[in-house]
C-alpha cells in the first residue's frame, strides 16, 4: 500500500506492518499445516490429504474483504481463507484429518467428510436458524468439481431477494441487511471446464447478483495441463464475452498474480465493493499459483510436472514473494521472518499433537471400558485364554478404531455364545450402547431432527361446500396463490413459470399479482435452477424451484444428489435447504415426456423426500405441509391431471397432505395392489374391472415414496388379502423392487403371503411415442388385469378358470 492510501485510510505504517506480519503469520502457519498434513497421511495416520499450499496469499486478501452475514462457496484449497476468517481452528483442521467423529472437535462435518471439506454451523442444537449475520458462513463443501457453483448463484441471489422484496425488511434480521452480503465462491482451473461452471457464470450474469467468484489457476487439474482443459489455455481470456459493457449488464473482471500480496488485497476490496453496493458479479482470475505438495497425497507431482515448472514454482511460492516483499519495502526484517517461521512450526506441531491425542482419547475410554469387560468375563468363561489373547491385542494396539473394538468384542461373544453368565450379559448390554453412540457418530441426520420435521406434520383434509368441480389445475393455481399470500419468503421460478404461469397454467396470473421477484421465468438451465433454490434456502428464503418436466429432472441430479441431498447429513445437521422441487411427469407422450425414473431417483435423493401425489388436492396438500417444516423435498404432479376435474376445497391453504402416509382407496379382500401417481388410475380402473367378475381388490395408493408407508397400511393390508402386487411405470426392478423391499422385509410381510409377490411395470425400453406406443410400452388397464386375474388364477383354479 502506498503512503497516500495508507493515509487515506487512516492507517500509520506501524499499524499497517503489524496487519501485514499477521496476515504473513496466518499464511505460514497455513502452509505447515499443509506440510504436517501431508506427513500424518505418509506415516499412516490419516487416510488421505488435499491442502491449500500455494494459494495462500490470494485466500488472505479474500478474507479482508469478507464480512459478517456474507457466505463462501469452494472447494477443498481454501484452508488458509477459513483459518483468516477465524472459522476454523488448526485443531480442528488435523481433526478433520484423522475423522474425529465428535463436533467440537471437527465442527464442519463431526469427522463424516474427508479433509479440507469446510462448513461453518448454521443451525444451533435444535435444527434452528442461528443469527447468520452475526457470523461469517461457509457453505458444506463437496468433492465433486464445480458443484459448488449452482449453490453460489443461489447464495448470491438471496441477497438480491432481501434488498427488493420490501416484505421481507421485518423478521429476517437473521440473515440480511439489505441485501448487502457478498457470496464469495472459489474454484480451480481445470474445474472451470465442467458444464456447472459456465450454466452458473452465465446465470449469474443474467441474475445481476453479488457474487465474487475466484478461480485460483495454478495450471493443472491433477496431472493434466491447461492445454488440455481450457481454450487458449486461459479462462478469463474466455470469458470476456461476459464483461459487462456499453451493450449491457454483465461481470466486472479482474485478473491478478496469485503471488501478489498488494493486488490481491486491492482487487477484493474493489472486487466485494462492487458486489455488495451494486450487486454487480465480479470475476477474479488469480493466475501464477503454485501447489508445492502437488496436488494430493495420492500422488507426486515430479511424476507430471516439468523441472522447469517444478523450479518455477519454487521462485513463484506466495510466501517466498511476500517475504520478498516485506524486506524491500523495510516492512520487516530477516530476523522477524525467521522468528515467525519457527513459531508457526512449533504452533502447528501442538496444535497436531493436541486434535492426534484427543482423536485417540475419545477411543481409549472405550478400550479401557472393554478391557474391564473382557477382564470380568475371562474369570467366568471357559475361554478365558482366547479372551486374554484379545485383551492383550487390545492392550498392544496403541492406535485402535472403533471397528477394532467391535471386531474384538464380536469374535468373543461369538466364542462364548453357549455360555451364560452376568459378566456376558454386561458385555452385551455395552455393546448395545456403543452400537447406539456410533449410530449417532456416523448415521444421523439424513433427514430433519428437528420438531419441524415434516413427518411431524397431521393430516388436514379437505373440506368441501358443495360439489362444484374444477379443472385441477386451478386448485394447484389457487393454492400457490395462497402460499404466496401467506408467505412473504417463498419465492417461485423456472422456465415458463412466470410469464405464462407455468407450461400447465398452474401459476396463473400469480407473477401479475406477486411481481417478477417472487415468481418467474429462468433460462433452460436445470441445475442452476436447483443451485438458485439450494443457495437461496440455506439463507432462510423458501423457493420452490420448478423443472419443467420430470424427465429433465436428469440435468439436475447430480445438484441435488450431491448437494442438497447429502447437505444436512454431511454437517452433521450444521446446515439446511429446505428446498422444494416441484415437477410434473409420467404420462404424455414419447421417450422424454412420459418417463418415469422413479427408481434412479428415489436411489438418488435419500436425504430428500420423495411425494408422488395422484391428484392436485394431495399435491396441494403435500405443499402446504413442507412449507409448515424443514426439509428438502421433491413434489411430482401427474402431467395428465391438470384437466381432469376435481372438487375445489373450502378450506384451500390448510390442507395438508401428511408425509410418509399411504390411503387404501379402494377396499378389497382377495389381493393388494400398491401403486402410486398416474398409475393409480389406471389401476382403480382394473381394480373395478376385476370387481365386476369376483375379485375384490384392495388398492394402496403409496403417495410418499421417501419416506415409505410409515403406518405399515401395506403389511396390515396383505394380513387380509395374503396376496400383493406393485404397480407402477417405472422399469422393471425400478421403484417396484424398492416398494417390494420395503413391505416384504422391512415391513416383515412375507410372513402374510400365500402366493408370490408380483411387480407389474413398464418395458425396459424408453417408452414408445403415441397412443399405442404408450399402450405397449406402459402397463395398462387390460395387462394389469390380466397379470392379477392370472395370480388368482393360479391359487383358486377352480373359481377362476384360464383366461388364454
Ligand atoms: C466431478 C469430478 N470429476 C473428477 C474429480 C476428480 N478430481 C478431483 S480434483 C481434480 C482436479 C481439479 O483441478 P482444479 O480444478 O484445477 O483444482 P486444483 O486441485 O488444481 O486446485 C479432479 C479431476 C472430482 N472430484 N469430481
Ligand atoms: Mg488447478
Not at 48 to 59: R, V
Not at 64 to 93: P, V, W
Not at 669 to 675: G, S
Amino acid at each position: 500500500m502506498k503512503q497516500k492510501e495508507l493515509k487515506e485510510n487512516n492507517i500509520s505504517f506501524n499499524q499497517f506492518k503489524k496487519i501485514v506480519l499477521d496476515d504473513f503469520k496466518i499464511a505460514c502457519q497455513s502452509r505447515d499445516a499443509s506440510l504436517l498434513g501431508r506427513r500424518e497421511v505418509l506415516t499412516g495416520k490419516a487416510k488421505f490429504g488435499i491442502f491449500g499450499d500455494g494459494k495462500e496469499l490470494a485466500q488472505i486478501a479474500m478474507a479482508k474483504a469478507f464480512k459478517n452475514g456474507d457466505f463462501r462457496s469452494g472447494y477443498y484449497r481454501d484452508q488458509t481463507f477459513m483459518f483468516a476468517i477465524k472459522q476454523l481452528k488448526i485443531e480442528q483442521f488435523f481433526s478433520q484429518l484423522y475423522a474425529h467423529p465428535d463436533l467440537t472437535a471437527e465442527p464442519s462435518s463431526a469427522g463424516r467428510q474427508m479433509t479440507s471439506h469446510f462448513a461453518t454451523r448454521s443451525l444451533d442444537e435444535n435444527g434452528e436458524w442461528k443469527n447468520l449475520m452475526e457470523m461469517k458462513n461457509s457453505a458444506a463443501d463437496v468433492s465433486c468439481t464445480a458443484a459448488q457453483m449452482p449453490r453460489l448463484v443461489g447464495l448470491a441471489q438471496a441477497s438480491k431477494i432481501y434488498r427488493n422484496n420490501s416484505l421481507l425488511k421485518k423478521g429476517f434480521e437473521k440473515f440480511s441487511l439489505d441485501g448487502n452480503e457478498v457470496a464469495f465462491g472459489t474454484i480451480g482451473n481445470a474445474s472451470t471446464s465442467e458444464g456447472l461452471f459456465f450454466e452458473s457464470i452465465n446465470a449469474a450474469g443474467v441474475l445481476q447478483i453479488p457474487m465474487v467468484i475466484s478461480i485460483w489457476d495454478d495450471e493443472y487439474g491433477i496431472s493434466v495441463e491447461s492445454k488440455y482443459q481450457t481454450t487458449k489455455q486461459d479462462i478469463s481470456e474466455i470469458l470476456k464475452g461476459f464483461q459487462r459493457d456499453e451493450k449491457g449488464d454483465g461481470f466486472e473482471m479482474f485478473v491478478v498474480k496469485g503471488w501478489d500480496y498488494v493486488a490481491l488485497c486491492e482487487v477484493y476490496q474493489k472486487a466485494s465493493d462492487i458486489a455488495r453496493k451494486k450487486h454487480i458479479p465480479v470475476f477474479i482470475h488469480v493466475k501464477e499459483m503454485t501447489q508445492p505438495q502437488g496436488h494430493s497425497t495420492s500422488g507426486s507431482h515430479e511424476r507430471y510436472k516439468s523441472k522447469e515448472r517444478l523450479q518455477w514454482e519454487q521462485n513463484f511460492d506466495c510466501i517466498k514473494k511476500m517475504e520478498d516483499w516485506m524486506l524491500e519495502n523495510n516492512i520487516t526484517n530477516a530476523e522477524i521472518i525467521q522468528k515467525i517461521k519457527d513459531n508457526s512450526k512449533k504452533t502447528i506441531l501442538e496444535a497436531k499433537s493436541n486434535a492426534w491425542r484427543n482423536f485417540q482419547n475419545s477411543k481409549k475410554d472405550e478400550v479401557q471400558q472393554l478391557i474391564s469387560l473382557l477382564i470380568s468375563l475371562a474369570k467366568e468363561s471357559e475361554h478365558s485364554s482366547f479372551i486374554q489373547s484379545q485383551i492383550s491385542k487390545l492392550e498392544k494396539n496403541l492406535e485402535p478404531f472403533r471397528k477394532d473394538i467391535f471386531t474384538i468384542t464380536k469374535k468373543i461373544i461369538r466364542e462364548v455364545r453357549n455360555e451364560k453368565s452376568n459378566s456376558k450379559h454386561a458385555l452385551i448390554n455395552w455393546l448395545n450402547k456403543q452400537k447406539n453412540t456410533n449410530k449417532n457418530r456416523y448415521n444421523t441426520h439424513l433427514y430433519s431432527q428437528s420438531s419441524n420435521s415434516p413427518i411431524n406434520i397431521s393430516e388436514v383434509l379437505p373440506i368441501y361446500n358443495g360439489t362444484q368441480e374444477v379443472d385441477a389445475r386451478i386448485i394447484i393455481r389457487d393454492n400457490f396463490d395462497l402460499i404466496l399470500k401467506n408467505y412473504s419468503e417463498v419465492l417461485i421460478f423456472g422456465e415458463d413459470t412466470g410469464k405464462i404461469g407455468d407450461v400447465n397454467q398452474g401459476l396463473e396470473g400469480l407473477q401479475k399479482k406477486y411481481g417478477e421477484l417472487r415468481v418467474s421465468d429462468t433460462g433452460i438451465r436445470e441445475a442452476t435452477i436447483l443451485g438458485q433454490a439450494i443457495g437461496m434456502a440455506m439463507r432462510g428464503l423458501r423457493p420452490i424451484a420448478e423443472i419443467q418436466y420430470l424427465d429433465y429432472l436428469l440435468y439436475a441430479i447430480q445438484t441435488m444428489s450431491d448437494d442438497l441431498a447429502s447437505l444436512h447429513y454431511r454437517t452433521k445437521g450444521g446446515q439446511k435447504a429446505p428446498v422444494i422441487v416441484r415437477t410434473r411427469g409420467h404420462r404424455l407422450e414419447g421417450i422424454w415426456h412420459s418417463g418415469s425414473p422413479m427408481g434412479m431417483i428415489i436411489n438418488a435423493l435419500r436425504g430428500m423426500h420423495v411425494l408422488v401425489p395422484r391428484n392436485m388436492t394431495k399435491a396441494a396438500g403435500f405443499y402446504n405441509s413442507l412449507l409448515a417444516s424443514d426439509d428438502p423435498a421433491l413434489v411430482i404432479e401427474c402431467l395428465n391431471g391438470y384437466r381432469l376435474k376435481e372438487k375445489l376445497p373450502a378450506n384451500l391453504s390448510k390442507i395438508r397432505t401428511p408425509i410418509g402416509i399411504s390411503e387404501i382407496t379402494k377396499e378389497g379382500k382377495d389381493i393388494t395392489l400398491v401403486t402410486y401417481g398416474s398409475t393409480w388410475r389406471i389401476v382403480m380402473e382394473a381394480a373395478k374391472q376385476l370387481a365386476d367378475i369376483g375379485i375384490n381388490a384392495e388398492v394402496i395408493d403409496v403417495q410418499s415414496l421417501l419416506p415409505f408407508d410409515l403406518n405399515n397400511t401395506i403389511s396390515n393390508s396383505i394380513k387380509k388379502t395374503n396376496k400383493v402386487a406393485f404397480i407402477d411405470e417405472d422399469l422393471p426392478g425400478g421403484t417396484t423392487a424398492y416398494m417390494m423391499q420395503q413391505v416384504l422385509e422391512k415391513q416383515n410381510a412375507y410372513n402374510f403371503l400365500d402366493s408370490k409377490p408380483i411387480s407389474i411395470s413398464s418395458k425396459a425400453h424408453r417408452p414408445a411415442y403415441g397412443d399405442d406406443g404408450d399402450y405397449f410400452s406402459k402397463p395398462n388397464v387390460e395387462n394389469i388385469f390380466d397379470t392379477i386375474y392370472t395370480l388368482i388364477h393360479e391359487y383358486n383354479p377352480k373359481k377362476f378358470s384360464k383366461l388364454y
